[in-house]
C-alpha cells in the first residue's frame, strides 16, 4: 500500500521568503503525485501534479515541485510566498494503470505574514 | 459552470441516527469519490464511482457506511447507526473519466458532527 508523509505541519514565513515544503511517499512501483492546495473557506484544489517526464514540476500561482525518484520525494518550492499563499498543502499519491485512488498526507499549514 | 456540489454543508446528529450525505458531481463527470478528513489528518479514500456502479469501496470503514448513484449522477452516503468517531468533513470529488490522468474536482464538503 502506498503512504505519503509531509514533514512539516505548520509553517510560518514571512511575505517574500523562499518556501519548501517536504514530502516523502512510500510505493514501490511507478507513481503519479499531486500537490492540492485548499485556501481558508475554499475547496481543495489541485495545485501541480506529475505523471512523467520532466521531473520538475510548474503549477498555478508560481509554485514548483521537484519529483527526485532515488529519495521518493516530491518537495513543494516557490521562491517569494505572498500573504495569499496562507492555506492548507496537501501531498497526494497514486499507482497509475487504474483510477485514481489517491492517498494524501497529513498536511501543511502555511501561515504567510505581510 | 458548476463545480461539485455538497449537501447539507454541516450535519449535528446524535449518536445512533442515521444520515444521509448527498453529492453533485460536475455535469458529464462519470468518475465520481468520496473521501473522509478527520481533525488534523488529510482527505482518506472511502469509495469510487465508475457510472452508476461501485467500482471500489475498499475504504469504507464497515458496514454501517454505504452509497449509491443510482443514475449516474448524484450520490448519497448513508451511514448507519453513527457513531462519535464518524465525525469528520466528508469529501466528494468527481472526475471527467476514471482515468488516472484526469483532475478531481473536489466539493465543499459535510462537517458531520456526531453528538
Same mark, same amino acid.
Given at each position: 500500500a502506498q503512504s505519503v508523509s509531509q514533514h512539516n505541519h505548520h509553517v510560518i514565513l514571512s511575505e517574500a521568503a523562499s518556501l519548501e515544503l517536504g514530502c516523502n511517499y512510500s510505493y514501490g512501483g511507478t507513481v503519479n503525485l499531486f500537490w492540492y492546495v485548499q485556501y481558508p473557506g475554499q475547496h481543495l484544489q489541485l495545485l501541480l501534479k506529475y505523471f512523467?517526464?520532466?521531473?520538475l514540476v510548474k503549477g498555478i500561482k508560481g509554485f514548483e515541485a521537484e519529483f527526485i525518484k532515488s529519495k521518493f520525494s516530491f518537495n513543494l518550492r516557490k521562491p517569494s510566498v505572498q500573504w495569499s499563499d496562507t492555506a492548507e498543502y496537501f501531498c497526494a499519491v497514486n499507482a497509475p494503470g487504474?483510477?485514481?485512488k489517491v492517498t494524501f498526507g497529513t498536511g501543511t499549514k502555511l501561515q504567510v505574514i505581510p | 459552470g458548476a463545480g461539485v456540489s455538497q449537501t447539507p454543508s454541516n450535519k449535528v446528529t446524535e449518536k445512533g441516527k442515521y444520515v444521509e450525505l448527498r453529492c453533485d458531481p460536475?455535469?458529464?463527470?462519470?468518475a465520481l469519490y468520496w473521501y473522509r478528513q478527520s481533525l488534523g489528518q488529510g482527505p482518506e479514500f472511502l469509495i469510487y464511482f465508475q457510472g452508476t456502479g #461501485? #467500482?471500489?469501496?475498499?475504504?469504507?470503514?464497515?458496514?454501517?457506511f454505504f452509497a449509491v448513484r443510482p443514475e449516474g449522477s448524484v450520490s448519497t452516503l448513508k451511514i448507519q447507526r453513527?457513531? +462519535?468517531?464518524?465525525?469528520a468533513v466528508y469529501l466528494c470529488a468527481s472526475s +471527467?473519466?476514471?482515468?488516472?490522468t484526469d483532475t478531481q474536482y473536489f466539493g465543499p464538503g459535510t462537517r458531520l458532527t456526531v453528538l
Amino acid at each position: 500500500a502506498q503512504s505519503v508523509s509531509q514533514h512539516n505541519h505548520h509553517v510560518i514565513l514571512s511575505e517574500a521568503a523562499s518556501l519548501e515544503l517536504g514530502c516523502n511517499y512510500s510505493y514501490g512501483g511507478t507513481v503519479n503525485l499531486f500537490w492540492y492546495v485548499q485556501y481558508p473557506g475554499q475547496h481543495l484544489q489541485l495545485l501541480l501534479k506529475y505523471f512523467s517526464g520532466d521531473p520538475l514540476v510548474k503549477g498555478i500561482k508560481g509554485f514548483e515541485a521537484e519529483f527526485i525518484k532515488s529519495k521518493f520525494s516530491f518537495n513543494l518550492r516557490k521562491p517569494s510566498v505572498q500573504w495569499s499563499d496562507t492555506a492548507e498543502y496537501f501531498c497526494a499519491v497514486n499507482a497509475p494503470g487504474g483510477y485514481q485512488k489517491v492517498t494524501f498526507g497529513t498536511g501543511t499549514k502555511l501561515q504567510v505574514i505581510p | 459552470g458548476a463545480g461539485v456540489s455538497q449537501t447539507p454543508s454541516n450535519k449535528v446528529t446524535e449518536k445512533g441516527k442515521y444520515v444521509e450525505l448527498r453529492c453533485d458531481p460536475i455535469s458529464g463527470h462519470t468518475a465520481l469519490y468520496w473521501y473522509r478528513q478527520s481533525l488534523g489528518q488529510g482527505p482518506e479514500f472511502l469509495i469510487y464511482f465508475q457510472g452508476t456502479g #461501485a #467500482a471500489d469501496d475498499s475504504g469504507l470503514p464497515n458496514d454501517r457506511f454505504f452509497a449509491v448513484r443510482p443514475e449516474g449522477s448524484v450520490s448519497t452516503l448513508k451511514i448507519q447507526r453513527t457513531e +462519535r468517531g464518524d465525525s469528520a468533513v466528508y469529501l466528494c470529488a468527481s472526475s +471527467r473519466t476514471s482515468g488516472y490522468t484526469d483532475t478531481q474536482y473536489f466539493g465543499p464538503g459535510t462537517r458531520l458532527t456526531v453528538l
